[in-house]
């Protein structure tokens, strides 16, 4: 139970050196974290604060991005402890916060790391702004990106849209040879800040205890992001490559949630490969990075983007004719669309708030093309259930899905459910573990139920439309309907 023993800081103690004061956002870790590391360089104290902001403009987190935050805000404040340092929790506008804390303490200096959603940097200019004109040092750092966006340029001076060339152009200059900024603190004192309760912030769900089996997979904080990382690189990375998209196989490296809330960084990640393979990086290693450069480039997209979650990045996909289809969307959310490989994606996602890549594919493209919702819907849906949700990585991936990103895959390039099915879990076994009522059908039907002799279905003991649904909508009828409506949109 996360209970801050307010009454230690309650006395008032003469501060003989004005405090800092670190707003935490999406970098909660105590290494390698800029901020924190030039805040305990003044060697005066420091005071650490996360705010729930209550800003119209941002968009909220999801319920298992929250169950994510609860845990990592626990970790995060029980290592600031170590240091003897305290996280304290704020809900509110957090100009309102961030000021009214500096001038009750005393504090002359704020320090965050940035973030990188546009809303998000005018709420952080205002706010520097203000807190400057009140006589504050501000100062703001990079803490989660190899690169900063708008160092990345094209020879004409304008940001990358294609990822190859974005990513050739940064991936040599951007060795991060800089220390491991590991923080200590001098002259901590106490201050009187009161902090409100995690419990009362009601992330962890409770009733119902949706996220029951979260914990068995995850452990949030940047511990957990080491021990995951440490555990990638002796057991996962040899292989990457190919493996990468076997979703039956752990050849994936599962930081998508602690790279998310900044409990690991790239850099951190780079400086371990680094000093695992020095300058020969395998192809593994090689592809690994370049998929944390997947990262960097949609964090950049988002940040030249109008509105990454709602605005086509072409807009020529604006008068695309989206269909409304209630029934197709309960069944797709629910796992019940009768295309296993989809189904089991669905149901991994709710059962462990993740979901491996190739089937983020699949999944998407299933809604997108083969029901014809809009990519939004999707979206939103997995906003709401994944723990890694991004406001950069999870847009950018939907529109490079429905063709409407920037360098994304042709809406034409519609993915076969039963082909990637039978190409990436040639053995049903990603599909038995998370689809149990078809455990029993052997592997050269896994694939496509609906065309199983009766007899094998019968021995597996599946009913069409009892135990296991049939599919909500024909593959080749699918398929040419999103083609025309394609056509049509371009005509
Ligand atoms: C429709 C859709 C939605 C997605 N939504 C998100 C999201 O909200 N948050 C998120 O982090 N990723 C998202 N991805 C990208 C990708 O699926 C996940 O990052 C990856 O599956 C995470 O697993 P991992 O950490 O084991 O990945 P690894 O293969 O081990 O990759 C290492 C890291 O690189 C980054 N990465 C990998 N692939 C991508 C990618 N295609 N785009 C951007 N970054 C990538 C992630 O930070 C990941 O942790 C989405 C992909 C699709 C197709």
Redesign the pocket.
């Known amino acids: 139970m996360y209970v801050q023993s307010a009454n230690r800081y309650k006395r008032s103690i003469p501060i003989t050196t004005h405090p800092t004061i670190v707003w935490f956002r999406d970098d909660l870790r105590a290494a390698d974290n800029p901020a924190l590391y030039k805040a305990g360089l003044r060697a005066a104290p420091v005071i650490c604060v996360y705010i729930r902001e209550k800003v119209n403009s941002l968009r909220p987190l999801g319920g298992a991005a929250n169950w994510w935050l609860h845990h990592s805000l626990k970790s995060l404040s029980s290592t600031l402890s170590s240091h003897d340092v305290r996280l304290v929790l704020k809900t509110g506008d957090p100009l309102e916060i961030l000021s009214k804390m500096a001038g009750n303490i005393g504090a002359d200096h704020v320090m965050w790391n940035r973030r990188y959603a546009p809303d998000e940097i005018d709420i952080d200019q205002k706010i520097k702004f203000a807190l400057k004109g009140q006589g504050l040092h501000v100062e703001s750092f990079n803490a989660n990106l190899l690169n900063e966006p708008w160092e990345i340029k094209t020879g004409s001076d304008k940001p990358y849209k294609v990822f190859t060339p974005y990513w050739r152009a940064c991936r040599p200059q951007s060795a991060p040879l800089d220390n491991g900024y590991e923080p200590s603190f001098k002259n901590q004192t106490e201050l009187n800040v009161t902090s409100e309760n995690l419990a009362d912030w009601n992330l962890d769900p409770e009733n119902p205890d949706w996220a029951e089996g979260f914990s068995e997979y995850w452990n949030p904080g940047e511990t957990g992001a080491r021990e995951q990382l440490e555990e990638?690189l002796g057991h996962?990375i040899d292989g990457?490559k190919d493996n990468?998209d076997v979703p039956a196989q752990p050849a994936?490296?599962?930081?998508?949630?602690?790279?998310?809330f900044g409990e690991i960084s790239p850099k951190q990640i780079w400086r371990t490969l680094d000093d695992r393979f020095g300058d020969n990086f395998s192809v593994d290693a090689e592809k690994?990075l370049a998929?944390?450069g997947?990262?960097e480039?949609?964090k950049t997209l988002l940040f030249y983007a109008d509105d990454l979650s709602e605005k086509n990045w072409k807009d020529e996909f604006d008068s695309f004719p989206w269909r409304d289809d209630p029934q197709g969307f309960k069944a797709w959310t629910q796992g019940q669309t009768g295309y296993p490989l989809v189904d089991a994606g669905m149901r991994q996602l709710w059962q462990k708030g993740?979901?491996?890549?190739r089937v983020?594919?699949v999944?998407?493209s299933f809604l997108i093309k083969h029901l014809m919702i809009n990519w939004r819907e999707?979206?939103k849906w997995?906003?709401d259930t994944?723990v890694?949700?991004?406001a950069?990585?999870?847009p950018?991936?939907?529109q490079?899905?429905a063709g409407s990103g920037a360098d994304a895959s042709p809406f034409f390039r519609i993915f076969n459910p039963i082909i990637q099915s039978e190409k990436f879990d040639p053995d049903g076994d990603y599909i038995r573990r998370f689809v149990p009522e078809l455990k029993d059908v052997p592997k050269k039907h896994i694939h496509a139920p609906w065309a199983a002799p009766k007899d094998v279905l019968e021995q597996a003991g599946v009913t069409l439309g009892e135990t296991y649904p049939k599919p909500i909508v024909d593959h080749k009828f699918a398929r040419e309907r999103a083609l025309s409506a394609y056509k049509a949109m371009r005509s």
């Open positions: 990638f996962g990457y990468r994936t490296s599962f930081l998508s949630p602690y790279l998310r690994f998929e944390i997947w990262r480039f949609s993740w979901m491996h890549n983020r594919m999944t998407a999707g979206e997995f906003w994944l890694d949700a991004d950069a990585s999870n950018a991936s939907w490079w899905v």
